[in-house]
């Protein structure tokens, strides 16, 4: 099992989409904060490095997901189209292995886009004002913690469609589709069948635009730290019961 993630991490490390990603969010990261700093000089509210961070947080949901669609399309299905899953399925290691190695290394590399622009991002605002004492080191810390477990929430979603579309392009449309319209689509369903509602309540999809709010009660926290464990277990259960019955070609 430890030779199958390595290889698999270092295929992550050398996968041109990856590196893109990473360099892309990293460049966002610093300019944005110049930005907001550039409209404070001009006349615009001082911004404390706390409220940048959780602004930052908010819209760094979008970021997850899209970050979580891309990396799936290139890094998992596009091994179907150019049959390096077909070489790899004949290795010899079983397919439980082979899916739970590549949903592994998958999540860390979603995790790592998810957090390049909140640390990023931060740390420049926070070296520009240097007003570092405004950000409880608690919530910071929680915050992190929050993005990467919502990041392997979402991982789990996304590598479970990608087995399943084993087509790049079909991949990251779907999964662009499926992040921006599930939100108002469990929303309006909601309305009509309170189980869905509540299914909802207790999403990922829902609980991911909590991760910047500052106070929570313990048991909001309890929910949002059980329910994208329990996402990812159960969407990465699904995904390797799809690989074990996929035919390889």
């Known amino acids: ?28 990261a610093i300019v944005y904060p110049l930005l907001v700093i550039m409209d404070h000089t001009a006349g615009e509210p001082e911004v404390t490095s706390l409220e940048f961070m959780q602004n930052v947080l908010a819209g760094n949901a979008y970021v997850l997901k899209f970050s979580a669609a891309l990396l799936a399309g290139f890094f998992i299905s596009s091994e179907y189209s150019t049959g390096v899953m ?7 290691n079983s397919r439980i292995r082979l899916f739970a190695a590549k949903l592994l290394v998958f999540t860390v590399g979603t995790a790592l886009l998810a957090l390049t622009l909140p640390v990023v991002a931060t740390a420049v605002m926070v070296i520009a004002n240097g007003d570092a004492g405004s950000l409880p080191l608690p919530f910071v810390l929680r915050a992190l913690g929050f993005t990467v477990l919502y990041a392997a929430g979402f991982a789990g979603i996304a590598a479970l469609f990608s087995t399943l579309l084993t087509d790049s392009g079909k991949s990251i449309g779907f999964l662009f589709i499926l992040f921006l319209l ?68």
Do not use: H
């Not at 099992?1 to 966002?28: G, P, Q, Y």
């Open 182 to 249: 599930a939100d108002s689509l469990f929303a309006g369903a909601g309305g009509y069948i309170p189980f869905i509602g509540t299914l909802y309540d207790y999403s990922v999809f829902q609980l991911v635009n909590n991760v910047s709010v500052l106070e929570r009660s313990s048991g909001q926290l309890t929910a949002m730290t059980v329910v994208p464990v329990v996402w990812f277990l159960m969407f990465g259960a699904l995904g390797i019961l799809a690989f074990r019955k996929k035919e390889i070609k």
């Open 86 to 92: 077909k070489c790899i399925a004949s290795s010899g």
């Open 1 to 28: 099992m430890s030779n199958v993630i390595k290889a698999e991490w270092f295929k992550l490390r050398k996968d041109l989409s990856f590196r893109t990603l990473l360099l892309c969010i990293a460049a966002a």
